[in-house]
């Protein structure tokens, strides 16, 4: 029985290992600033192996941003089908978006840096305008019913609840002790309970 010859050369990329390496390197020098030649430099690979997978640059933006956006909106489909309280919901909405970041953060990061540049931006802008409704909505319902205070804007709080949420892309780095369930728990705690003790 013969062994089969051992493969030379650099491993094959499939869609998903291309859009890890392609949202990495759009999060560092950003969307407009990387070309399919560095692209596929970073890859090892020729600019027409990653055209076999996507037909542009636009397209890997598009599919890295709606990773981080069907997150965020498979969440508000459970958030909407919850019964109870609207301020229930609302937490749970603000914990499942916390999990959605930890779990797909290079994503989401690279949605909350886009500009509206490009058609593709300006889809995933209106797409996060959609789901900021989904928020503010929340927050009024939760005021009528008596859960939130009346004195604030209920649009100025959903913008600085998940401002809140959004800034994490900035400093959290997941690491071994931590769980995106901590992370969860200590922003719902600060955004429903303060931090008065």
């Known amino acids: 029985m013969t062994t089969p010859p ?3 050369g650099r491993p094959g990329y499939d869609l998903e290992s291309l859009l890890q ?3 990495k390197l759009f999060n560092e020098r950003g969307y407009d600033g990387t070309s399919m030649e560095d692209l596929s430099r970073k890859l090892g690979i020729t600019k027409s192996a990653i055209y076999h997978h996507v037909p542009s640059k636009e397209e890997l933006l598009r599919l890295s941003v709606d990773r981080a956006l069907d997150g965020l909106f498979e969440v508000a489909a459970e958030t909407t089908a919850l ?3 609207a301020i229930d919901r609302l937490e ?3 914990r499942g978006s916390v ?3 930890a779990d797909r953060l290079p994503f989401v990061t690279l949605l909350l840096r886009v500009r509206g540049n490009t058609k593709v931006e300006r ?4 797409r996060r305008r959609e789901f900021d ?3 503010t909505d929340l927050v009024k319902l939760a005021e009528s019913e008596g859960d939130v205070r009346p004195d604030v804007d209920p649009a100025v709080a959903a913008r600085l609840l998940f401002g809140t949420v959004n800034s994490l892309i900035e400093w959290y780095r997941p690491r071994r002790g931590s769980s995106a369930t901590d ?3 200590a922003v719902c705690k600060m955004a429903f309970d303060g931090l008065r003790a």
Do not use: Q, T
């Open 83 to 85: 019964e109870g309280r």
């Open 183 to 185: 992370l969860a728990d």
């Open 99 to 101: 999990l959605v970041l």
């Open 92 to 94: 749970h909405l603000v």
């Open 133 to 135: 409704l989904v928020v």
């Open 21 to 23: 390496v392609a949202v």
């Open 123 to 126: 889809a995933a802008l209106a």
């Open 6 to 8: 051992v493969r030379r």
